[in-house]
């Protein structure tokens, strides 16, 4: 028997089930005490069974009535639930979404293309770029600041994050304009070993092992000279034309530290930097997948 049963039916009959009294039930649903006769009557009808007794000893449930009951309650508990998690979902679209950044993620448009396609699909939301410094290389993911953040590959603790990579970029060496290597158009990395460099802080982890490439050290069995920690690039800029060390980037942020004195170059012997944005793993907000597909779409890449 197929049935076509509205949940408001369900909601007038588990409450005059629940009081067994038309009258308090009717004040309970704010309907009168008629309209509520005549919608019980009526799904009694649409089942083709009596739900409830009615006497001069009061209302009782039918057993067809006392077999719907429970039924009648766990949907109505599941549509609560469902109305909630609806609701959550405006609500998710109409937010605003954090998004951490420790080097800006402009890259020859990426940014624009990105917050096109999201505010394609979520044109409610707002999306608030915040700055970290690079002494957190999350960019705030770690302490849950942001909701998910432009970072630089390896991130710590990677297991408990998703990401996308959205930009490729080999990496370059920013040293002083009066460096013996200055004037090479190219610097192989075994010419850099015995460098100081400007190391970002301790607290980067791997970020900062990575940015002083002690992989290809390792190989070559030569640590790093530390010759000063940096947090920021007005901090590695001052480093630089104090002549304190050189120091690795993303070929995408040498207009960052070239502002006069100061000169980038293409490094051979070492691989490439990637990009990309960070979100929690197990982060499932609407929202958030959002964006993250937004800016699989704009790089035209797979999610990692």
């Known amino acids: ?20 009294h038309f009258t308090r039930a009717a004040e309970r649903l704010f309907v009168s005490q008629p309209a509520l006769s005549k919608q019980i009557r009526a799904l009694e ?3 083709g069974a009596q739900l409830f007794e009615r ?22 508990a599941d549509w609560d639930a469902a109305s909630d998690a609806v609701a959550r979902a405006k609500a998710e679209q109409r937010a605003t979404l954090v998004v951490g950044m420790s080097t800006s993620p402009g890259r020859g448009g990426l940014l624009p293309a990105i917050r096109s396609r999201f505010s394609e699909a979520c044109p409610a939301a707002k999306v608030e770029l915040r700055q970290v410094s690079w002494a957190d290389p999350s960019a705030g993911l770690a302490d849950g600041s942001v909701d998910a953040a432009f970072v630089w590959l390896p991130v710590p603790d990677e297991g408990r994050y998703a990401w996308v990579v959205v930009a490729e970029e080999p990496r370059h ?3 002083p304009d009066t460096h ?20 970002i802080p301790r607290s980067a982890g791997v970020l900062r092992d990575y940015w002083l490439a002690l992989d290809a050290r390792a190989r070559a069995g030569r640590p790093a000279r530390i010759g000063a920690e940096a947090a920021n690039a007005d901090e590695t800029y001052e480093a630089l034309v104090d002549g304190r060390g050189v120091c690795l980037l993303a070929a995408g942020n040498a207009p960052l530290l070239t502002r006069g004195g100061v000169v980038t170059r293409p490094v051979r012997g070492i691989s490439p930097s990637r990009f990309a944005l960070a979100w929690h793993a197990d982060d499932r907000r609407p929202l958030v997948r959002a964006y993250a597909e937004a800016a699989r779409l704009a790089a035209g890449r797979r999610s990692g």
């Open 180 to 199: 013996h290597l200055a004037p090479r158009q190219e610097i192989d990395f075994g010419d850099l070993l015995d460098e100081p460099f400007i190391a």
């Open 1 to 20: 028997m197929a049935l076509d049963v509205h949940g408001r039916d369900l909601r007038y009959f588990v409450a005059v089930a629940e009081d067994l």
């Open 55 to 76: 006497d001069r000893q009061g209302v009782r449930l039918t057993a067809v009535g006392s077999a719907l009951l429970p039924y009648a309650r766990r949907v109505l």
């Open 45 to 47: 009808k649409q089942l």
């Open 173 to 175: 060496v920013a040293l």
